[in-house]
């Protein structure tokens, strides 16, 4: 069983926090989701307008509730600087998903693994004992992300991804485990 969390909990590794997102936040979200790599790269709506990140607050709320992801804001000295989630949480099978995105102008300062790591370490904390992530075959800087934040490239999904052009690619999978598998 996974141990869902009575709210989403903040989370620190040095100058980096990973906490629940607040509505104040959702300023910095829009603007941030302009960046035309993040709009490529992941799946955020395209265009991105003020109210999306309006929903995306609400969404990631709904989602905390449903047992199904749960959201973080990184923040660095009280600024948003990215946003990391666990999300398609299969309880049964104790596997999720991490996503993540950093604002353009906080990039290479290592704060996507080492927010990565806090994500995923928490989620081996309350139970899941696989977390995985998919990344387009040229993201190449994700896929370092994931490297150094201690995953395992695991497979080729073939045809596994739809570009924003529409045309379907392949996807590359990694992983991470428990050094240890909490049974609850
Ligand atoms: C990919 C992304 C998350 C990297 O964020 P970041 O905070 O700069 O990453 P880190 O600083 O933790 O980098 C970790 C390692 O990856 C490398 N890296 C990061 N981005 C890279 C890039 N574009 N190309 C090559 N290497 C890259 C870093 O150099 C570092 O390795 P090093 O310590 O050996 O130098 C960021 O560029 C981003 O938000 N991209 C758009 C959204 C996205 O791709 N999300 C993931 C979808 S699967």
Not at 109 to 127: M, N, P, Q, R, V
């Amino acid at each position: 069983m996974i141990s869902w969390p009575s709210s989403v909990p903040t989370l620190m590794d040095g100058e980096l926090m990973l906490r629940p997102w607040a509505e104040s936040d959702m300023d910095s979200v829009f603007e941030i989701c302009q960046d035309p790599t993040i709009q490529l790269l992941t799946t955020v709506p395209v265009p991105y307008e003020r109210s999306t990140a309006d929903d995306f607050f609400v969404h990631q709320a709904r989602g905390f509730d449903l047992q199904d992801s749960i959201s973080f804001a990184g923040i660095v000295n009280g600024e948003v600087v990215g946003s990391f989630a666990l999300h398609h949480c299969i309880h049964f099978d104790h596997f999720c998903e991490l996503g993540y995105w950093i604002a353009p102008d906080a990039r290479g300062h290592g704060y996507a693994h080492l927010g990565a790591k806090l994500a995923t370490s928490f989620a081996f904390s309350i139970g899941f004992r696989r977390v995985q992530a998919v990344t387009l075959p040229e993201n190449v800087g994700s896929q370092k992300v994931l490297l150094k934040a201690g995953f395992e490239m695991e497979t080729v999904l073939r045809q596994g991804m739809t570009r924003r052009d529409g045309t379907q690619t392949d996807a590359v999978m990694f992983a991470k485990f428990p050094e240890v598998i909490v049974e609850m």
